[in-house]
C-alpha cells in the first residue's frame, strides 16, 4: 500500500499592513451605543477604587475583666483557684479517653492564664499610651494659651495708637494728649469736596442716560404693526423685494442681484486706505464728500455738549 501523502493546509493569504498584533478590541468594531466608542479621558479622581462594603456589624467587645466583684482576673489571687492544676494521685490510662480530657483540661488552664495575662499587659499599654498622649496635648494647649505674642505678629499688628477719649470727645485745652492735627478742617473740606463731585458726576451720567434713552425710545418696536413695517423696510414684500442690485435694471438682471455679492467684491484693506489718504480720483471725490458727514457728526457732538443733553441724529431724522 503506497503511504498517504502529508497535506499541509494552505491559510489564505493577508497583507502584513492589515495583520493586526494586539488582543485589545478595536473601537471601530464597538457600536456607537458603547460607552467606550469614543474615548475620553477620565479625571483619576473618577477612576479611584470606592471603599469596600463590610456586610453585617462587629460586635461590640465585651470587658474580659468585669463581673470579678472587685478583684484583678490577672492576679493570681483570682488564677490559681480557677486554674488549680488537677491532682496527681489520680492515675489514667495510657492513650485511653481519660487522658486524652486530662490533656484538654492542662490546656484549658494554661490558655486561660496565659490569655488573661497577655490582655491585661495589652490593657494597661493601651491605657499608658492614652494617657502619655492626653497630657501631652493638654501641656501643648497650656504652652499655646500662656505663650508670649510673637515679634513678627507684634511688630504686623495694626494698631492705632489713638487716645480714644480726643477721637470720641474732642482735644481739651490744657489737658494732656495729642494735640489735634492743624490742617484737620482743610483736610475734611477736600474729602467733602470729593464727596460731593463724585454724587453730582453720578447725578449727570444717570441724567445722560436717561436722556439717551428717552432719544432712542420712539425707534422701539412696541407692537406688532410696527414689527410689520419694520421687517417690509428691511426685506421688502413678496411682490416687491428687498434687491441689493441696480433697481432701474430689468428684472431679469434683478433676479440675479438677490445677494449681497450682486454689489461687487467687498473693499479690500487698500481700497480703505486709499479712501481715507484720498489717493485717486474715485476715492477723492468720495473723501471730499465724507468731510461733509464728519463735520456734521462733529458739530452734532459739540450741540450734545453744550445742551448737555442727546440729540438725533441727522439721518435719522429724515426717516
Known amino acids: 500500500m503506497p503511504p498517504k501523502s502529508l497535506m499541509i493546509p494552505v491559510r489564505p493569504w493577508k497583507c502584513l499592513q492589515c495583520r493586526t498584533f494586539s488582543a485589545t478590541t ?65 492515675r489514667v490510662k495510657a492513650g485511653s479517653r481519660e487522658e486524652w480530657k486530662v490533656k484538654i483540661s492542662d490546656m484549658r488552664r494554661q490558655n486561660l492564664r496565659e490569655g488573661l495575662v497577655s490582655l491585661k499587659a495589652r490593657r494597661e499599654t493601651e491605657q499608658h499610651a492614652l494617657k502619655t498622649r492626653s497630657d501631652r496635648n493638654q501641656r501643648e494647649r497650656q ?28 482735644y481739651i485745652p490744657g489737658s494732656p494728649g495729642v494735640r489735634p492735627d492743624p490742617t484737620r478742617d482743610e483736610r475734611i473740606a477736600r474729602m467733602r469736596a470729593n464727596v460731593a463731585a463724585r454724587a453730582e458726576a453720578a447725578r449727570a451720567e444717570r441724567a445722560s442716560h436717561v436722556n439717551t434713552l428717552y432719544m432712542n425710545a420712539r425707534h422701539f418696536i412696541v407692537n406688532p404693526q410696527q414689527l ?35 454689489n461687487g467684491k467687498p473693499d479690500r484693506v487698500q481700497d480703505m486706505l486709499n479712501r481715507a489718504n484720498h489717493v485717486g480720483g474715485k476715492y477723492a471725490v468720495e473723501g471730499a464728500a465724507g468731510y461733509s458727514v464728519i463735520n456734521s457728526e462733529r458739530i452734532r457732538r459739540i450741540a450734545e455738549v453744550f445742551t448737555g443733553g442727546k440729540l438725533e441724529n441727522a439721518n435719522e431724522a429724515r426717516r
Open 26 to 90: 478595536s473601537n471601530r468594531r464597538l457600536g456607537p451605543e458603547y460607552p467606550d466608542y469614543i474615548p475620553i479621558p477620565q479625571p483619576p479622581q473618577q477612576t479611584l477604587p470606592d471603599r469596600p462594603f463590610i456586610k453585617g456589624r462587629l460586635p461590640v467587645p465585651r470587658d474580659v475583666f468585669a463581673g470579678a466583684e472587685g478583684r484583678d482576673k490577672a492576679s493570681p489571687e483570682w488564677l490559681d483557684p480557677h486554674t488549680r492544676p488537677r491532682n496527681k494521685s489520680t
Open 143 to 170: 504652652e499655646a494659651l500662656t505663650r508670649p505674642e510673637r515679634e513678627d505678629e507684634r511688630l504686623t499688628t495694626p494698631s492705632h495708637g489713638l487716645d480714644l477719649d480726643h477721637l470720641f470727645h474732642g
Open 228 to 262: 410689520n413695517a419694520a421687517v417690509d423696510e428691511a426685506f421688502g414684500t413678496t411682490e416687491n423685494p428687498v434687491m441689493f442690485g441696480d433697481p432701474h435694471s430689468s428684472m431679469a438682471n434683478r433676479e440675479n442681484a438677490a445677494s449681497v455679492w450682486a
